[in-house]
């Protein structure tokens, strides 16, 4: 866990970022490293939409797959000028702000309409802020990873999962921060930490029971390939944010910075579109290829989710009247 990468090592990093912005040639070279694949739609998104768009005064550098930096510790690449952009969560920013927990919590965000709500809306200012301040990293715009169910090797016969109950003692694999982890717990399950690129061979080898993501996720990482049952929970509507270097973004012109956040804007746009319509289309899909999909007691997991979190530790550093606004932005 990174609870101990302390303020002031953060403005000491911040710093350094100022002093080192990174340019290639006359352009600004932009390194982005995300977990996610090259065929993942953020990362199509940021590649055919984003790039072209600030073509004109940046490179840009995608690396996929966790192949340049480890899952959750990309935010600390930038705030070293280690890498300029990054495909980030609200759980890995909690881990240098809990207060971000709120925007990872289950059955918080309703839609991709409500995500891009809250994002523009002024009760964020004030989290943007504290990210640039002690982080040195800008939140451009915010992206739709989907809603996340609970995919499980265990066939429905096995073991169908229809309430809370259902999960105790499986293994869910969870992202590995606590705000992850929080959320394994309060589905009911076991929740086992793993970083995403290796979720692949833990369901293969039976290491793990199961994990959740949004289904263009199951289908793109091929976790159909080795798992037989998705329990539609819908616990979380994930959302990512475009994370961008402050210090490469203070070195751009007034212009520059216009077009570096319309493009951000439009990429994830353009990839919260095409993942709302995999995400109808994917269940025939993954249909075909055998899985059982079903919907289980959501009343039962909402209700059993949001017991969890009142009065959590979590919740606690949620700033006052943010759940309210939050759900006001709703329908
Ligand atoms: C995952 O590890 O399950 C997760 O879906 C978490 C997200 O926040 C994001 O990091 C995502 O992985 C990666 O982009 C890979 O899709």
Redesign the pocket.
Request: glycine share 0%; proline share 10%; no cysteine.
């Given at each position: 866990m990174k609870m101990n990468f302390t303020r002031r090592t953060l403005m000491a990093l911040t710093v350094v970022a100022i002093a080192a912005p990174v340019y290639a040639a006359d352009k600004v070279n932009l390194r982005l490293s995300?977990?996610?694949s090259e065929t993942?739609q953020?990362s199509v998104a940021l590649a055919e939409v984003f790039a072209p768009a600030v073509a004109e005064f940046a490179t840009y550098e995608p690396h996929y797959n966790g192949s340049l930096i480890a899952?959750n510790s990309e935010l600390e690449a930038i705030a070293s000028g280690d890498l300029e952009m990054s495909?980030t969560?609200a759980?890995?920013l909690a881990q240098f702000f809990p207060e971000f927990s709120i925007f990872a919590t289950g059955y918080v965000h309703q839609n991709a309409a409500h995500q891009v709500d809250v994002f523009n809306d002024p009760l964020m200012e004030p989290f943007k802020q504290k990210v640039e301040d002690e982080l040195g990293v800008k939140l451009l715009a915010v992206m739709y990873?989907g809603q996340r169910h609970v995919n499980l090797r265990q066939t429905k016969d096995e073991l169908a999962v229809m309430t809370p109950e259902d999960l105790a003692g499986i293994n869910l694999r969870m992202?590995g921060t606590d705000a992850w982890q929080f959320l394994g717990k309060a589905l009911g399950a076991n929740p086992t930490p793993m970083a995403?690129t290796e979720?692949y061979t833990a369901l293969q080898t039976g290491s793990v029971d199961g994990?959740?993501?949004p289904l263009p996720?199951v289908v793109d990482a091929k976790f159909y390939e080795v798992t037989n049952q998705i329990a539609l929970t819908s616990h979380l509507v994930?959302l990512?944010y475009v994370a961008f270097s402050k210090s490469v973004w203070d070195g751009l012109s007034a212009d520059q910075q216009a077009a570096v956040k319309a493009a951000a804007e439009a990429a994830a746009e353009s990839g919260r579109q095409k993942q709302l319509e995999k995400e109808e289309s994917l269940v025939a899909f993954l249909k075909e290829q055998g899985m059982e999909i079903y919907k289980p007691d959501l009343n039962a997991f909402r209700k059993h989710v949001q017991g969890q979190y009142a009065g959590s530790e979590l919740a606690a550093s949620w700033p006052e009247g943010v759940l309210d606004r939050i759900n006001a932005l709703g329908n």
């Open positions: 995300t977990p996610a993942d953020r899952q495909i969560s759980q890995e990873l992202p995403f979720v994990q959740d993501n996720t994930d990512n």
